[in-house]
T-cell receptor, first 111, second 116 residues
Framework: GENVEQHPSTLSVQEGDSAVIKCTYSDSASNYFPWYKQELGKRPQLIIDIRSNVGEKKDQRIAVTLNKTAKHFSLHITETQPEDSAVYFCAATYNNNDMRFGAGTRLTVKP | EAGVTQFPSHSVIEKGQTVTLRCDPISGHDNLYWYRRVMGKEIKFLLHFVKESKQDESGMPNNRFLAERTGGTYSTLKVQPAELEDSGVYFC????FGQGARETQYFGPGTRLLVL
């Protein structure tokens, strides 16, 4: 089945620095890669996604890159702020009908 | 528009007891997913409904877990009898049918299950 590996499991950065989270997947047919943010005590929410026909997508301070050949994709957060502190999950489609998630990265932004 | 809701928010039961979790998806969403997260691990896929039909239940751990979605609206996930390893947060998510898994999934707040 699909295996999504996510690294690092924890990440601590200083406010204003950049944060990068990386994921790899195994299903070569995967074609949609969303990223979810889960703040403490809240539900996971979609923050950005990328489809397999593009290599990069940006939304203000957040960007995602996709390398289909290498089967990896990354989340980049620039100018981090304390409110970016949360657990971030990457995911990839599997069998075109389902989603498989990574284990999550706990990001802490220190003021 | 109301989001995905789940009930109960928390459940503490003893090993061997039965628990039923409920999920109400966003109205009009044909896709309904159940996931489980154990502390520090991935959001693990359990199963996927399209309307009332089980599209994929390959993630269900064993036959102690039974999911239903009668009428294609809300869904229940019953664990009977519960074991210690069933503890975790159970999430439900829903999405439009449209492009299958490429549709945005909206998560519920989760049910935190603790089996003692």
């Amino acid at each position: 089945g699909e295996n999504v590996e996510q690294h690092p499991s924890t990440l601590s950065v200083q406010e204003g620095d950049s944060a990068v989270i990386k994921c790899t997947y195994s299903d070569s047919a995967s074609n949609y890669f969303p990223w979810y943010k889960q703040e403490l005590g809240k539900r996971p929410q979609l923050i950005i996604d990328i489809r397999s026909n593009v290599g990069e997508k940006k939304d203000q301070r957040i960007a995602v890159t996709l390398n289909k050949t290498a089967k990896h994709f990354s989340l980049h957060i620039t100018e981090t702020q304390p409110e970016d502190s949360a657990v971030y999950f990457c995911a990839a489609t599997y069998n075109n009908n389902d989603m498989r998630f990574g284990a999550g990265t706990r990001l802490t932004v220190k003021p | 528009e109301a989001g995905v809701t789940q009930f109960p928010s928390h459940s503490v039961i003893e090993k061997g007891q039965t628990v039923t979790l409920r999920c109400d998806p966003i109205s009009g969403h044909d896709n309904l997913y159940w996931y489980r997260r154990v502390m520090g691990k991935e959001i693990k896929f359990l199963l996927h409904f399209v309307k009332e039909s089980k599209q994929d239940e390959s993630g269900m751990p064993n036959n102690r877990f039974l999911a239903e979605r009668t009428g294609g609206t809300y869904s229940t996930l019953k664990v009977q009898p519960a074991e210690l390893e069933d503890s975790g947060v159970y999430f439900c998510a829903s999405s439009l049918f449209g492009q299958g898994a490429r549709e945005t999934q909206y998560f519920g707040p989760g049910t935190r299950l603790l089996v003692l």
